[in-house]
């Protein structure tokens, strides 16, 4: 039985180890830090056996190390953006916590989230841990999976060629939604923490002698915890909205590669 591998073989296969652990290094659920290093670059070596038994490579021509170098660093550069632009749509959650905890009182209790490996609030971690739980109960990180192999076929190994007007308007248009998105999330919570605010206003006006502001930082974290609690039922909703615009990012995103 012959095991011989050509030396075309092995550079094809190299670059589609490079796009595929680029991208496991950063994208959301895969890129985890709380995932132990090897068994994440075991996944990625895995799905790129998985992904090069399935495409059809063609390389351009090259002549020299740094040619094949050149190579490496556009599909570094495709599997980082992927990755990215994932784990962007993932931080819209992290936005809106940091929003919830700003009205309600929990600034201040802030904890270290590995995964991203800097400070956020309880509410922001809870929200991110909450969607990434549910995007693994309803098997949604395969679509994330999907827009790894899609992306072989819309850039073809060693044949990417930014078109940066189509990447600029998409970037551009994703930060505004950005902000919006995060918003709409905050906003029962924000709405009824201005709501309340409203209300002891009126309040202290009429009533000097209460100490509406002691009563008001209580009532605040209460409203607050309540309204959280109902909106944990929008949770699927909000998931799947999130992946969808994951999925439009991505396809944006190879549009312009």
Do not use: W
Not at 57 to 76: D, N, R, T
Not at 108 to 123: E, L, Q, R
Not at 131 to 160: D, M, R, W
Request: aromatic share 12%; hydrophobic share 55%; proline share 3%.
């Amino acid at each position: 039985m012959d095991l011989t591998i050509s030396t075309l073989t092995l550079e094809a296969y190299l670059l589609v180890v490079v796009r595929t652990g680029c991208f496991f290094a950063i994208a959301p659920i895969f890129g985890n830090k709380a995932v132990n290093g090897r068994l994440r670059v075991l996944i990625a070596a895995c799905v790129s056996i998985i992904v090069f038994t399935s495409i059809d490579y063609s390389l351009p021509e090259y002549s020299s190390v740094f040619g094949y170098s050149f190579l490496i660093l556009k599909e570094a550069f495709v599997g980082l953006s992927l990755g990215f632009v994932s784990n962007l749509v993932m931080a819209i959650l992290v936005m809106a916590g940091e929003f919830i905890d700003r009205e309600i009182g929990f600034t201040m209790s802030s904890n270290f989230d590995a995964s991203i490996g800097a400070m956020v609030t309880i509410t922001a971690e809870f929200y991110d841990r909450l969607v990434c739980l549910v995007i693994l109960i309803t098997n949604l990180h395969y679509y994330i999976l999907q827009a790894l192999i899609q992306s072989f076929e819309l850039a073809p190994l060693g044949k990417v060629v930014p078109n940066t007007p189509v990447l600029y308007s998409g970037i551009i248009s994703f930060i505004g939604e950005y902000f919006s998105i995060g918003f709409r999330i905050a906003m029962p919570v924000f709405l009824g923490a201005t709501m309340l605010s409203v209300i002891l206003g009126v309040l202290a006006k009429s009533s000097p002698q209460m100490n509406m502001f002691a009563i008001g930082i209580q009532l605040k974290v209460f409203v607050g915890l309540a309204l959280l609690t109902i909106t944990i039922l929008f949770i699927p909703n909000i998931t799947t909205y999130l992946m969808e615009k994951m999925q439009y990012m991505l396809a944006t995103l190879l549009g312009g590669l």
